[in-house]
């Protein structure tokens, strides 16, 4: 087994139309259910997701923008987005002030279900 450390890179120079967010990590079960979560607490649009695993790595790239169709330029929104998307990584989920374990959700999921 490999140690794959997560990693989140964002690019708005790559499409003239979005902001472009590159996320790498080891796979597991829930890992995009866990980063297409964080994109959602963001408030942020998917306009694209290419999803690839190479052996146990992940490696997942999203063109997305903000709410008004727009590339995401604030500086604080984008640190905010490179958190969120960290600890998704991690297998954190909620505020990244006030991460809680993912299963949590899985759990609440499980018995909805």
């Known amino acids: 087994m490999f140690k794959v450390e997560p990693r989140v890179l964002i690019d708005n120079k790559a ?3 979005f902001t472009v967010v590159e996320v790498n990590a080891a796979d597991r079960p829930a890992l995009l259910f ?13 306009h694209s ?10 490696i997942d790239v999203f063109y997305i923008t903000d709410l008004t169709n727009e590339k995401i330029v604030n500086a604080n929104r984008l640190r905010s ?3 969120r998307s960290l600890a998704a990584l991690k297998g954190e ?4 002030d006030e991460a809680e374990p993912l299963s949590t959700y ?3 999921m499980t018995e909805v279900a």
């Open 49 to 58: 997701a290419h999803v690839a695993t190479y052996g146990e790595r992940a």
């Open 93 to 96: 989920t909620g505020t990244e």
């Open 81 to 83: 987005l490179e958190r």
């Open 106 to 108: 899985l759990d609440s």
């Open 15 to 17: 499409s003239n139309r």
């Open 34 to 46: 866990a980063l297409t979560y964080a994109l959602y607490q963001a408030k942020v649009t998917v």
